[in-house]
């Protein structure tokens, strides 16, 4: 039975209708099906309702006290391998399969949609690192930290070809959407034991401080930061689609105006559930211009 299988089966009771089945059943905002159902399946989950308000402070504390460690031991001991190979570790043994799910999905869609924006500005020629991770092995690889440098990276250097070049994103009359995967991902099946049992939102407040311990001072606020730029993608998207009417969601804060690290982990599913709307959005648009062909 599919994700969706799950919500589609569901009865609705009048008296106690389920909250869940509603935000699922509702269209208003473009969303993968199965990714939706998978990430609301999760949201309903017992890890969420009493394990998140638990580990949430814990993790938020565990946040402002290494702050203070790395301000006393500036030059702490820090390891990208050693922090990947534990979240390689947690992602198999206790998170849940739909969450790992929507984790990989989010390398592989938001890979897409800076490929997108970049097929879409004529004149301009950017070197990708494509993320496109369909199983945990991948995550090993330096992956979380190599996201937030290709996010940097390409925001640095379309900056500087636009302004060298003097050319401005603006609406394309006919969009090129090579870069966009309108069928199913191929995803390889999550880890399902026992143990694989923690929600994404859980996982992610659990995996922050994680994350600040093993990385750099510099290199946890460029990775909480990198945040601040999903409004700048949801820009330049709209500009090259010449609408932002389905856009308004995503809301990561102002660009120029940094958060603390506390809120990181809930800003994180925020940046997750912004890059699947966004390229839900490109795969309704790449169907449309399909039959207007």
């Avoid at 800003?267 to 169907?287: D, F, I, N, S």
Wanted: hydrophobic share 40%; with cysteine; glycine share 4%.
């Amino acid at each position: 039975m599919s994700e969706s299988d799950y919500f589609r089966n569901m009865t609705h009771d009048r008296d106690d209708p389920n909250p869940f089945l509603a935000i699922y059943l509702d269209q208003s905002i473009p969303f993968n099906e199965e990714a939706k159902a998978a990430y609301l399946k999760d949201c309903s989950s017992r890890s969420r309702q009493f394990l998140l308000p638990l580990l949430r402070p814990l993790a938020r504390l565990m946040i402002i006290l290494l702050q203070v460690y790395k301000i006393i031991v500036p030059k702490a001991f820090t390891s990208s391998r050693l922090l990947h190979r534990v979240l390689h570790g947690g992602m198999k043994t206790f998170v849940s399969p739909s969450a790992n799910y929507m984790i990989l999905r989010h390398f592989y869609l938001g890979s897409e949609v800076l490929q997108f924006i970049r097929d879409n500005v004529p004149g301009v020629t950017i070197t990708m690192n494509p993320l496109k991770p369909t199983n945990l092995e991948p995550v090993k690889d330096d992956l979380f930290l190599i996201h937030d440098l290709n996010l940097y990276n390409f925001v640095i250097n379309l900056n500087k070809e636009l302004r060298e070049k003097g050319v401005e994103v603006t609406k394309q009359e006919r969009l090129n959407f090579a870069a966009i995967t309108s069928t199913p991902l191929p995803m390889e099946p999550m880890p399902k034991r026992w143990t694989n049992f923690m929600d994404l939102t859980t996982a992610i407040e659990c995996f922050t401080p994680v994350y600040q311990l093993f990385l750099s001072d510099n290199d946890f606020w460029r990775a909480t930061n990198s945040l601040q730029l999903d409004e700048t993608i949801g820009i330049l998207a709209s500009k090259i689609i010449g609408s932002n009417d389905r856009l308004a969601l995503i809301n990561n804060k102002h660009p120029m105006v940094p958060m603390t690290t506390l809120s990181a982990g809930f800003r994180l599913v925020l940046h997750g559930l912004a890059t699947e709307q966004l390229h839900a959005l490109l795969v309704e648009l790449k169907h449309k211009q399909e039959l207007a062909a």
